[in-house]
């Protein structure tokens, strides 16, 4: 099993949209290393004819009548918002500006 | 006069019944015990004064008034910060979710209002509930009742610890890997983690959903069984929720009985990292089974060894999932919205901001299992470990009627020691996990001190999915002898804070 190095801790902090800071790169490389190494033993299993378990419940689609009920109202829903305008969700700049 | 705060909830909700004690009084001197102990314990994030008092005086009104009431209706209870509460605050042990006041109530917390349970206030967990130790809670750690520089366990540790320190005689928590079970040990408490599916999760809040479940914490075996049947039952507002009637755990609480029971002991549990005082205590709880009339049957799960292994790929994984939900647009913290951010590098400093280390660490180790590449090898995997595990435990059930075990392979440790050492952590919960990953039912209630440190030992018992009642017929019988045996419960030995 390869080892976890600074730079993919970068990346996994990236996809994970954690801006970490240079000192817990470090910190978590060592660490996310260690951990990894542990829980590779799993992988003694990977060529075994097991089929896999995702859920302990043997569950598919629950389905219930599609009928209106009572629910938050807009002022609950927003009363949590960092910002909000207009009964909306107010949320910083999501498409660039250069290029 | 009685010190309403060292009653059982069954004994406090007769007398609350009988008009021997108002629901206000049992209130008050629980809240005067908070008061006088909880900034040595700090077992509770918020207090909820006001909203205990009032739903104090409403079951008082509802007994003057003749009406009948249920058999928890007045008792305190301390409910892990997990479950939302409308208009009280909710963290999760987070910075993330700190000042959030939830805009409704988790199903488990109606329900205890429809019971007219008395909910004092909300208690301190690792962040997220992702912990051993209750040391990654972002507001500070909580101290064990009975040693206040050790670990109360975790993640539901204020929990534990307001049980032990006498501030409530109920407790909330939930299990994704021994939340429940691992706290009662270490501070000889009563904790059950229902079969998967047997409590609602619908408001309380996702940690590894294939593996959450919440569940009763008490000072006796009875009490959680009352709990139990309160908090239980269908919820279709979770579509993970058990579509059947709840176990009778009442009446197998108060019909304590193992002759004839076939009892395995399972020979994964034990061996190197296992304290001796803890094993001491074990072999003395499967003999008081034989002596008791248990059949006791030595069992053999091999894949339980790999258990720790699968359990921190899958719950890493799902928890990466779970927690992509934070991401400042919302509700909760929001950092960086000065203009001169986007939304993302937004949602990425709110974070790192908001999430401690141990979040963080499984948030990106989850991230990593799930990656392209490494999916099958970790994750798959990680997948077909918990099919064998639940295949062992498929063919321990047809031997044996019950598993036992030690809940955890030591008593508690101090705090501090494992803070910074993920693995070392991680191991506190090798006997709980696998119920976890089958989704098995299992309760921890003290078997004893352990000779060397003088602190306590969990018994771990376990059964098959939806035969939660197994738990309390046995567990009730083995408080019973304990008791019996010692003259006092454990927790009379437990220093005065």
Known sequence: ?99 | MTDLTRLSAAVLAEKIAAGEVTAVEATEAHLARIEAVDEKVHAFLHLDREGALAKAREVDAKREAGEKLGPLAGVPLALKDIFTTEGVPTTVGSKILEGWIPPYDATVTRKLKEADVVILGKTNMDEFAMGSSTENSAFGPTGNPWDLTRIPGGSGGGSSAALAAFEAPLALGTDTGGSIRQPAAVTGTVGVKPTYGGVSRYGMVAFSSSLDQGGPCARTVLDAALLHSVIAGHDERDSTSIDAPVPDVVAAARNGEVRGLRVGVVQEFGGEGYQAGVMQRFGESVELLRELGAEVVELSCPSFTKALAAYYLIAPSECSSNLARFDAMRYGLRVGDDGTHSAEEVTALTREAGFGDEVKRRVMLGTYALSSGYYDAYYGSAQKVRTLITQDFERAFAQVDVIVSPTTPTTAFPLGERADDPMAMYLADVCTLPVNLAGNAAMSLPCGLAPEDGLPVGLQIIAPAMADERLYRVGAAVEAAYEARWGHQLLDEAPSL
């Open chain 1, 1 to 99: 099993m390869p080892g976890i190095t600074r730079e993919e801790v970068a990346h996994l902090a990236r996809l994970a949209r954690l801006e970490l800071k240079d000192e817990e790169l470090e910190h978590f490389a060592g660490q996310l290393d260690d951990i990894i190494g542990a829980v590779a033993a799993v992988s003694d299993v990977a060529d075994e004819d097991v089929p896999p378990t995702s859920h302990p419940l043997p569950l598919t689609n629950v389905m219930r009548e599609d009928v209106v009920r009572p629910s938050l109202t807009p002022q609950q829903a927003l009363s949590g918002a960092p910002a909000h305008e207009q009964q909306r969700f107010m949320v910083p700049q999501i498409l660039g500006e250069e290029s």
